[in-house]
């Protein structure tokens, strides 16, 4: 009887580990190790990555172009896109905020020490986010119920606008608080070398 019941219960784990939904949960983890392993060997390749993305949008913009509708759906990824951008412009942490509290969060003067800028939103998550919200928008149109009727022009004057008054407030703080998010932009905090100190180091 022992033996029955220890037996019968290797049957049940052995039925139970191929299951349905343990094959689904083992395939799920595998591709999504694989999915990870892609991006993870992706990161480096900047140029081309931003050259996928271009053709997946060029895709949708061909696919909204041909259907001649789903209005919404390009003005709400316009604007997930124009929270992106602010995000990807704006520094980790807000020079306002930050000199309220304790003091400047970026050097403004030459003879400050520098500090890199580090962005709220990193280079590759801004490339992921908007190339997964491209192909999510190009599935939708494959759906009726998202294609609302709406005069399009007025969507895009609106966001035209809404884009103009963002914009110029991400120049003005950038001005304000002297700083670039490039690479190539100024390095603030690079002290310049005094004519003291370079006959000090000649001698």
């Known amino acids: 009887?022992?033996?029955?019941?220890?037996?019968?219960?290797?049957?049940?784990?052995?039925?139970?580990?191929?299951?349905?939904?343990?094959?689904?949960?083992?395939?799920?983890?595998?591709v999504s190790r694989r999915y990870q392993h892609l991006l993870d060997?992706?990161?480096?390749?900047?140029?081309?990555?931003?050259?996928?993305?271009?053709?997946?949008?060029?895709?949708?913009?061909?696919?909204?172009?041909?259907?001649?509708?789903?209005?919404?759906?390009?003005?709400?990824?316009?604007?997930?896109?124009?929270?992106?951008?602010?995000?990807?412009?704006?520094?980790?942490?807000?020079?306002?905020?930050q000199e309220v509290m304790d003091g400047p969060a970026l050097p403004t003067r030459a003879s400050d020490e520098y500090r890199p800028f580090v962005r709220r939103l990193?280079?590759?998550?801004?490339?992921?986010?908007?190339t997964r919200a491209f192909c999510i928008a190009f599935m939708l149109t494959f759906f009726s119920v998202f294609d609302v009727p709406v005069f399009w022009p007025i969507l895009l004057f609106y966001w035209l606008m809404l884009f103009t008054l963002t914009m110029r407030k991400q120049i003005l703080h950038m001005i304000k608080y002297k700083y670039v998010p490039f690479s190539f932009g100024k390095q603030y905090g690079k002290r310049e070398t005094s004519a003291e100190e370079a006959s000090l180091t000649s001698a």
């Open 41 to 97: 060997k992706s990161t480096p390749h900047v140029l081309g990555r931003w050259i996928a993305f271009s053709a997946v949008a060029f895709i949708y913009v061909v696919r909204a172009y041909v259907v001649q509708g789903f209005y919404i759906v390009s003005y709400g990824l316009g604007i997930y896109i124009l929270n992106l951008l602010i995000a990807f412009l704006s520094p980790q942490v807000d020079p306002e905020i």
């Open 122 to 130: 990193p280079e590759f998550k801004f490339w992921y986010s908007m």
């Open 1 to 30: 009887m022992d033996g029955a019941a220890v037996g019968g219960g290797g049957i049940v784990d052995n039925v139970s580990s191929t299951s349905p939904a343990t094959v689904v949960s083992r395939w799920s983890c595998v």
